[in-house]
T-cell receptor, first 115, second 115 residues
């Protein structure tokens, strides 16, 4: 079985400040890791993912996440946030490889960017 | 290409009634998963369909059911509605096991309110 813990339910930050949203997972096998973002009244959108290879992955809008196997973490970071980054962020883990495995989602972290 | 389409966007039903929600996945996606999202429980997996077959089922009562048609469109049904069924119901499409690391594409959801 796998699980995901998002350590902060809410993260307030001022515009142009850096931010880190924390995600820890547990799994006895290899995993795929994902970050999704949900804007108000919308579904979730895939932000970035780690499958294999380089442990640092980036999104097109300036977010990055680093897979740390020893600490079983996949924290999301952005060096300078914008008001438009205000949203709910979900970390998800799925068992690696093929097969029909359902991803497990964290409870979400609400990022609130203040002007 | 068109995204995942969920209809209707909003729905108000009375306790005891039943409801049917619809989801059209991205063209070429044969896997459709359904999630219930509530503030208290976060994202809860309902079921997954692939090529008209239910492959996985979450821990929900039998009042929750679904099906998938030959064109990959999916419906979920909730019978004998309870107040606790009020939630955002999200549909997610993916390529399935052919591309396990591709992640989900979510629809905007159906907001169900039971009164």
């Amino acid at each position: 079985a796998q699980s995901v813990t998002q350590l902060d339910s809410q993260v307030p930050v001022f515009e142009e400040a850096p931010v880190e949203l924390r995600c820890n997972y547990s799994s006895s096998v290899s995993v795929y890791l994902f970050w999704y973002v949900q804007y108000p009244n919308q579904g979730l959108q895939l932000l970035l993912k780690y499958l294999s290879g380089s442990t640092l992955v980036e999104s097109i809008n300036g977010f990055e996440a680093e897979f740390n196997k020893s600490q079983t973490s996949f924290h999301l970071r952005k060096p300078s946030v914008h008001i438009s980054d205000t949203a709910e962020y979900f970390c998800a883990v799925r068992r690696g490889g093929g097969g029909s495995y359902i991803p497990t989602f964290g409870r979400g972290t609400s990022l609130i960017v203040h002007p | 290409k068109a995204g995942v389409t969920q209809t209707p966007r909003y729905l108000i039903k009375t306790r005891g009634q039943q409801v049917t929600l619809s989801c059209s996945p991205i063209s070429g996606h044969r896997s459709v998963s359904w999630y219930q999202q509530t503030p208290g429980q976060g994202l809860q997996f309902l079921f997954e369909y692939f090529s008209e077959t239910q492959r996985n089922k979450g821990n929900f009562p039998g009042r929750f059911s679904g099906r998938q048609f030959s064109n990959s469109r999916s419906e979920m049904n909730v019978s004998t509605l309870e107040l606790g069924d009020s939630a955002l119901y999200l549909c997610a499409s993916s390529l399935g096991t052919a591309s396990p690391g591709s992640g989900y594409t979510f629809g905007s959801g159906t907001r169900l309110t039971v009164v």
